[in-house]
């Protein structure tokens, strides 16, 4: 090789350094820029291009299929390429075509935004904050605020189709661009409308083309003039968004329902152009009758159910089981299912329809009720215990309540509630049923007699002899009879106040006493020791003699015994 050079003239050595080394600057300068290549290879995968200078390089052929210009490229084809650097001394050069595309854009949007144009670009991905929209190769960020003059819930209309954008801020060095959907809305909003206002008049028919969706409604350009058709007018059946029954770019025929000059508003309709379903349906309807319908939309407090286009009521979940008490619609209907439901309740005015789903199987509290009529014996296994009573299952699907004061004939509620658990099974005795209610009240003491029937011939002075039960500080607990429970207070135990004590007396003992009240409905009798004393007294005096004979009350007393006793051995003797 040396030998080679030093054949060589010493002008030549000098001119070919020269062209050498200006190749190196040429090439050094290049790099970082976008550049003129021709393409000399198209390969299945990637294509090869020429820089000039004998300096190839090999590009993916998916950079060029990015653009959507590039397709169908042939060898001789002039393209601009991005030159990142020379790779080696074989004089291979990295390039790439979607970096060309990304300067070249980012030239034009300098452009744009310098003269405050309009640009194209796709929604095409979701960011925290908001949306990265691609401008022809370069990507820009939609801030969440500046998709839309009003919120929107739903962006997939919007998504990965080509939107109009201002260019808020522009950073070369960082790479960033900030966009906005919403300025664009604004200008078209906000254009000089008050000659075109002045032509329109509510009630006339246009047609119109769909500009743009939104969650709530649709903006539709009459012609140099937007006007708003709201979701809500678009049909007379429940649809969650316009993109169900109309496109962006679409031809549609609408009416103008409302021209506001002041706010610089017009909002359209379409139902409108279609006959009310409500009108007719007060006809078509009937209150107790059962029609098939879809289920269109669940909520927490019921489903939604379209009988016909336009002709919707909600059954409420109250309504979907006579039985079960799981509140959740979800356990009954699905959406797009078709049910039967009965119409409860029509109300024209507002289009409300009140279903029922329940009232199209048998009421089971009915059928209880023809086959179990009051008074009818059952057995029952208690489902839950409550404060006010017994909760027990009397068929397969129904329970019946036995409150507490229908428990025990002689205890509280709350003291009966306490012998009773969860599983057990009881005998009762049906003592109501409410089918429109949906209520069976159940007795358990009702299956013995009651003990104060025995006692209806029972007036206040009647002498009774009872039982002591318990003794307390405030009296004696005692029963009458069958058990029937009465309370003699302190100071009815005797007439003496020495004998006033309640521990003077034994479980078991057994004393007369005289009636002081009785409540049959708050089934309480109170008794007195002290007032038959007093009685007896007054007997003794009017039979015996009297305190103005000088007699004491001891000797009167005494004599009636005596005579009493004196009775009693003649009567024997003459037996």
Not at 382 to 388: A, G, K, R, Y
Not at 565 to 575: F, L, P, Q, T, V
Request: proline share 3%.
């Amino acid at each position: 090789m040396s030998n080679l050079i030093e054949s060589v003239p010493e002008g030549s050595l000098e001119e070919f350094s020269k062209l050498l080394e200006a190749s190196f600057e040429k090439n050094a300068c290049q790099e970082g820029q976008v550049i003129q290549g021709t393409v000399v290879g198209v390969e299945s995968d990637t294509i090869v291009v020429d820089v000039g200078m004998k300096t190839e390089g090999r590009i993916p052929s998916e950079e060029f299929c990015a653009s959507g210009k590039d397709h169908d490229l042939v060898i001789g084809d002039t393209v601009d390429v991005y030159l990142e650097r020379i790779e080696n001394a074989l004089g291979d050069a990295v390039l790439s075509r979607e970096k060309a595309r990304r300067e070249e854009s980012w030239t034009n949007l300098l452009v744009s935004q310098k003269e405050n144009k309009i640009v194209e670009g796709v929604i095409n991905g979701k960011v925290k904050g908001g949306f990265t929209v691609d401008l022809d190769g370069a990507q820009a960020f939609l801030p969440g605020s500046q998709v839309d003059v009003r919120p929107i819930r739903d962006m997939r209309p919007l998504m990965y189709t080509t939107q109009t954008f201002h260019i808020l801020k522009m950073d070369r060095r960082r790479g960033n661009i900030v966009v906005s959907r919403k300025s664009v809305l604004s200008e078209s909003l906000n254009v000089d409308k008050s000659e075109l206002l002045g032509k329109l008049k509510e009630g006339e028919i246009l047609e119109g083309i769909v500009k743009n969706i939104t969650d709530y409604g649709a903006f539709v350009d009459l012609g140099g003039i937007d006007g708003l058709l709201h979701v809500t007018d678009i049909s007379w059946k429940r649809i969650s968004s316009p993109s169900e029954v109309i496109n962006i770019g679409e031809k549609i025929k609408v009416v103008i329902t409302k021209v506001s000059e002041e706010n610089m508003r017009i909002s359209l309709g379409m139902k409108q152009l279609q006959s009310d379903p409500w009108v007719e349906a007060k006809n078509k309807y009937t209150i107790g009758e059962r029609y098939k319908g879809r289920v269109t939309n669940i909520a927490d407090y019921g489903a939604f159910v379209e009988l016909e286009g336009g002709i919707e009521g909600l059954v409420h979940v109250s309504e979907m089981s006579w039985v079960s008490k799981i509140q959740s619609p979800n356990k009954y209907v699905s959406a797009n299912d078709v049910i039967e439901v009965m119409i409860l309740e029509i109300d024209i005015e507002k289009k409300r329809l009140s279903l029922g789903l329940k009232q199209c199987a048998n009421n089971p509290w009915e059928d209880f009720a023809q086959k179990n009529p009051i008074g009818t014996k059952l057995k029952g296994k208690i489902q839950n215990i409550t404060d006010f009573g017994l909760f027990v299952q009397v068929s397969d699907e129904l329970d019946g309540l036995v409150h507490m004061s229908d428990i025990d004939w002689r205890k509280s509620g709350s003291d009966a509630i306490k012998d009773f658990e969860v599983g057990q099974d009881i005998d009762a005795i049906i003592i109501d049923i409410e089918p429109h209610k949906e209520r069976i009240s159940l007795g358990i003491k009702q299956l013995d007699g009651d003990p104060m029937a025995s006692l209806d011939e029972m007036k206040k002075g009647t002498v009774v002899t009872c039982t002591v039960v318990l003794s307390q500080a405030g009296g004696i607990e005692v029963e009458i009879g069958d058990k029937i429970p009465a309370f003699i207070k302190r100071g009815d135990l005797s007439k003496d106040k020495s004998e006033q004590n309640p521990d003077r007396f034994e479980v078991g003992q057994k004393v007369d006493a005289k009636v002081t009240s009785l409540d049959p409905k708050t089934r309480r009798i109170s008794l007195s020791i002290r007032a038959l004393e007093i009685s007896d007294e007054k007997k003794a005096i009017e039979q015996y003699g009297s305190k103005d004979s000088g007699a004491s009350l001891g000797d009167i007393l005494g004599e009636a015994l005596d005579k009493g006793s004196s009775s009693d051995k003649g009567e024997a003797d003459n037996d």
